[in-house]
């Protein structure tokens, strides 16, 4: 089997914008018609939950950050010679 390249053309592309134009929509059980050019999106409470989980996790990240720019500030932030290099080497391996 092979494909023809040359004569790929858009006619299928065409006849399914026209008919998504006017086909009923699903919406949380009920259906409905959707005009061109009327988007919309709802979201699950799922969702919500993980904006939720990502604000507390952005949170979390902020204050350990101003913790250490604290310590950095007053100098007293210390970074363990056999941490930096592990990391140094895990790094060069990748």
């Excluded at 399914?16 to 259906?31: C, H, I, R, V």
């Excluded at 720019?69 to 790094?91: M, N, P, T």
Aim: no cysteine; aromatic share 2%; hydrophobic share 30%.
């Amino acid at each position: 089997m092979s494909i023809d390249r040359v004569n790929i053309s858009n006619r299928g592309i065409g006849r399914s914008q026209a008919t998504q134009q006017t086909e009923p929509a699903l919406d949380a059980g009920n259906d409905r018609t959707v005009q061109p050019g009327t988007d919309s999106v709802a979201l699950a409470s799922n969702g919500a939950e993980m904006n939720r989980l990502a604000e507390t996790v952005e949170s979390s990240q902020r204050q350990r950050l101003d913790k250490v720019r604290a310590q950095l500030k007053s100098g007293v932030y210390r970074v363990s010679a056999k941490d930096l290099a592990k990391k140094l080497i895990e790094s060069n391996r990748k």
